[in-house]
């Protein structure tokens, strides 16, 4: 069996699963999620096993600790895994609710209600989480899901495929409900963006090239993912201890993912309090600044920021920062160069922060908090298979409801259309 051949069984298996899957129960898909719980931590030692082989891999093949932070797990981690999948169960099922309902003259009664995509397919990197974060959120939902992770990460990912399928062996879920891709060949990537008629929907989770890739390549439809170039404007109005404490929280608590602060726009009225204390607070946190020429004039240390700087997602301990002279030039900053993701500004003026909610254009706007909140746990929505950066379908965090479409069911007694 060749590459094509082989990624086209398994779309046909998932198709067969998503059947199947579309009739099952709530009752059903949670047994089938805590079952999967239950089997992460019993076979908790051989998933570190394997993972920490690659991690070692990674690490010898010099690869940023940004990636290598993002293919590691350890127990914290898979006891978060598993708590997201007890949160998953004790979220509400969207699948059979009826938004709403209305009755035309003639008679006929007419509402929407929610039902499965069907297949929904994973193109991702080197996030092994994902593995069993999308999985989870494509089973509660009624969906059968098909993954494709990185090569870095196969056998991590292999093993938490296994551990899935066995565990849903004792469950009414279909194992087919859930399959790898288990092949790094480009082929394979190729073939499952055009595999119309087993996939009904493609989310690339990953960096601007694999996301470009995808949308470009696919001739399934694609949901566009969080590439992440997220700012952060100080107004002449903000409260400056508090500006600090959430810089740091947005560039440093986790910076090799997509909602991290990459741009600080300040104004240039408390640009020069505000800049020497912020910056000093960066560089005890190891953030290398890239700066505007103001900038540089209040932080001499910090390297000069070029063009691309201002349209690159670091995913690291890099900020650009930039000086603006009022609050419309940084909200077109923002609009320029931003990725459509997570945008906030710190101010204490009412007006000032409604204006900038009204104004940025992006899937989460924030007012005096962190753009590190921007995700499907935080957000109360449990698990979460990526940020949606686009406008159609779904935007921001992609939860639950993100992963089903509207049926019409129509309610008549005869009527005809005359």
């Not at 086209?8 to 009739?23: E, N, R, V, Y």
């Not at 030039?329 to 000032?352: F, K, R």
Request: hydrophobic fraction near 45%; include cysteine.
């Amino acid at each position: 069996m060749n590459i094509e051949e082989y990624v086209f069984s398994l779309g046909q298996k998932a198709k067969a699963a998503a059947s199947t899957m579309a009739k099952l129960d709530t009752t059903a898909k949670n047994q089938a999620l805590l079952a999967i719980a239950d089997e992460l931590i019993a076979n908790q030692e051989e998933i570190l096993v394997v993972n920490e082989k690659e991690v070692e891999t990674a690490q010898r093949a010099g690869l940023k600790s940004s990636f290598i932070e993002r293919l590691t797990l350890n127990p914290e981690r898979i006891g978060g895994i598993v708590e997201g999948l007890r949160e998953i169960v004790r979220l509400e099922d969207p699948v059979g609710n009826v938004e709403k309902m209305w009755r035309r003259p003639n008679g006929l009664e007419i509402g929407q209600v929610r039902t499965p995509l069907g297949v929904v397919a994973m193109i991702y990197e080197a996030r092994p989480n994902v593995t069993v974060d999308a999985a989870a959120l494509c089973l509660k939902t009624g969906n059968a899901v098909l993954l494709r992770g990185g090569s870095e990460a196969l056998k991590t990912n292999e093993v938490l495929v296994e551990v899935m399928r066995k565990a849903l062996n004792r469950t009414t879920v279909p194992q087919d409900a859930v399959q790898l891709v288990a092949s790094t060949e480009r082929e394979a990537a190729v073939t499952l963006m055009k595999m119309r008629e087993y996939v009904d929907i493609l989310i690339p989770r990953g960096g601007a090239g694999l996301i470009k890739t995808v949308v470009n390549n696919a001739q399934v439809p694609v949901i566009e993912t969080g590439v992440g170039n997220c700012h952060l404007y100080v107004d002449v109005n903000a409260q400056l201890e508090t500006a600090i404490k959430l810089v740091i929280n947005a560039k440093t608590q986790r910076p090799a993912v997509c909602n991290a602060l990459e741009t600080l726009l300040v104004h240039q009225e408390i640009a020069p309090s505000f800049l020497p204390r912020c910056g000093e607070e960066l560089r005890h946190a190891g953030v290398e600044i890239r700066g505007c020429p103001l900038t540089r004039s209040y932080l001499p240390w910090a390297e000069k920021a070029t063009a691309t700087d201002w349209a690159t997602e670091y995913l690291d301990l890099v900020l650009a920062v930039k000086v603006v002279p009022d609050f419309a030039a940084a909200v077109a900053h923002i609009n320029q160069y931003g990725t459509g993701h997570s945008e906030s500004i710190l101010t204490t003026d009412y007006a000032t922060a409604r204006r900038f909610l009204q104004e940025v254009d992006a899937a989460a706007v924030y007012v005096n908090a962190s753009t590190r909140f921007t995700d499907g746990y935080e957000f109360g929505l449990g698990a979460e298979l990526g940020i949606s950066t686009q406008k159609l379908h779904a935007r921001g965090p992609m939860g639950l409801q993100a992963l089903t479409t509207i049926k019409y069911i129509i309610y008549g007694d005869g009527q005809i259309r005359k």
